[in-house]
């Protein structure tokens, strides 16, 4: 049971092996480094600036956290910026353009890089059918929401975690586009700078046009002041009428509008200066982004009462009720062209992800298979396609987003725990120079008073037991902050209690973990105030994640059990991986018979001498 339960750890943990000749190509890249800061800004502005500031915006703030939708976009960037800064590191460790699957496949190991991949995919095909979905109301909204009518007369869907209707719509536009993609067809910076152009303009339009209208007493509205109609729905009334708890449940769904940033963290290889261009990137275009989400929807709840926000396409709708139909027009038709930019930008990375898992084998192999004339994962594409076009026509936005942001939240809470784990491992010549450390006592080295810089295996177990009970301690504290948040508002002393000892308990995992001597390696970009920044980071998202309702909950859970039993019914016996090690258990195994082969003979010449 032993020697079964070792093997099964190893074939979870096992790295993906890059040959050493093309390692050393990796290191001595001959990409051309061409692309500037302002390049990359431009990459990550126009990979991320869609769905959240064309519909979150109005629907958060009608349903979630009312005027304080500001609030819930401020805190989305923080963890944005953390999440950023981490992934930036991810990526540095390995100079290969890719995702954070190819980078947790190399630097972790299988199982962690699945979690990776298969959340990514998740990412991808729901990100996509969100856009879709915001692109169909956007279309609709244009023409008097005729479409909604006609579908909702044509097949009307009564199930509650469900749309209203099925949007036939959304389900043709994504295969469209899947197959667009299928057949080899590629974006162009130019394509990506013109929309990035388009996004922006009509952002300012909005802002600018918006200014003329705003009343400050929108955002102080009394709950008797609201129509009896809208009181169900309206919460407290006020700037946040749905207290602390909507704003954070907000902050959660506004983080979908900061997806896309990690885009620039895979161009370690085409930056003319990775070590500053990567993280300034990331930090000026969630900068912009940030400012087009809080200028939007400042001016948004300011313009017209946060409870009679349209869900759906809130700024036409609201030109529209304040008489500027010219301007609700020219918005319609900018975000139409920016959320199809948006939605090019969300499935294409798909068949490349599916590409590296299926060619790696731990998914089926048949969706990374090449097409000979396209030259792309062809089946791959148009299943995926299929699937986000099935998702957009039976979930409405909200559902999808918050899907979406599940997703993402985990895989970015798991990069941030690698980048801590990786920290401190030794590497190289640390490897050896930590084995006249072997004497040290545990309990010494866990608050490293010998003040070791080398990083040894006894820190580095420190290091991976502390993330593991930091997660867990996070976990712990997030609950207390979600199922007490009420009795802690009132003061009561078991809550309070509750909170201090899982934050106490937090910190001090943080402080042992900071006292270990950490890696010396060289990297394009390292995260400042490690463990602070990614321990933060972990905190902010996974608390972002349980604020989640149930139902997305219960979709994530059935995604990832169709994932695990994927994995350990396919991909952990059929992965490269898997099979090197094969290879090389026969290799060995083939050397021990022919060694006691030749035991053997020795044996039996001395038994006839």
Known sequence: MAAYLRRFYHALTRRKMLPESVAALLENSQMARVLTTLDLTALGVGSTLGVGVYVLAGSVSKETAGPAVVIS???AAIASVFAGLCYAEFGARVPKAGSAYVYSYVCVGEFVAFIIGWNLVLEYVVGSASVVRGLSGYVDNLFGNVM?????????????????????????????FAVALALGVKESSNFNNVFTIINLAVVAY?????LFKVDIANWSIDIDDIPEENKPTAGKGGFAPFGI?????????????????????????????????????????????????????????????YYLQDPDAPLPFVFRELGWDIAAWIVSIGAIFGLCASLMG????????LYAMANDGIIFRFLGKIHPRFQTPFLG?????????????????????????????????????????????????????????????????????????????????????????????VLAAGGVLKFAEEPLVSGEWWAITLMAITALLCILNLVVIGLQ?????????????????????????????????????????????????????????????????????????????????????????????
């Open 245 to 305: 708890n909507g704003i954070i449940k907000g902050a959660a769904t506004c983080f979908y509008g900061f997806v896309g940033f990690d885009c620039v963290a895979t161009t370690g290889e085409e930056a003319k200066n990775p070590q500053k261009a990567i993280p300034l990137a990331i930090t000026i275009s969630l900068a912009i982004i940030a400012f087009a989400y809080i200028g939007v929807s400042t001016v948004l709840t300011l313009m017209w009462p």
């Open 73 to 75: 976009f401020i805190i």
């Open 517 to 609: 001597p950490s890696s010396g390696a060289k990297l394009f970009f390292r995260v400042p105030l490690v463990p602070l920044i990614p321990g933060l980071s972990i905190f902010i998202n996974i608390y972002l994640m349980l604020m989640l309702d149930p139902n997305t909950w219960i979709r994530f859970a059935v995604w990832m059990a169709i994932g695990f039993l994927m994995y350990f019914s396919y991909g952990i016996w059929q992965s490269e991986e898997n099979k090197k090690d094969s290879g090389r258990r026969s290799v060995i195994y083939a050397h021990t018979n022919v060694a006691f082969e030749d035991d053997e003979e020795k044996v039996k010449r001395r038994s006839s001498d």
């Open 206 to 210: 909005v802002i600018i046009c918006g």
């Open 346 to 353: 969300a499935m294409l990375p798909l068949p490349r992800v």
């Open 381 to 473: 594409t148009c299943l995926a396609g299929l699937l986000t076009g099935i998702l957009a026509a039976v979930f409405d936005l909200q559902q999808l987003v918050d899907m979406m942001s599940i997703g993402t939240l985990l895989a970015y809470s798991i990069v941030a725990a690698c980048v801590l784990l990786l920290r401190y491992q030794p590497e190289g010549e640390e490897v050896e120079k930590a084995v006249k450390y072997g004497h040290i006592s545990f309990f010494s080295q866990l608050f490293n008073t010998k003040r070791i810089k080398s990083p040894s295996n006894m820190s580095a177990g420190i290091v991976t037991w502390g993330v593991m009970l930091y997660l867990v301690f």
């Open 148 to 176: 909604a009518e006609a579908f909702q007369d044509l097949l009307s869907i009564d199930v509650a975690f469900l749309s209203p209707y099925i949007d036939f719509f959304a389900f043709g536009l994504s295969l469209v």
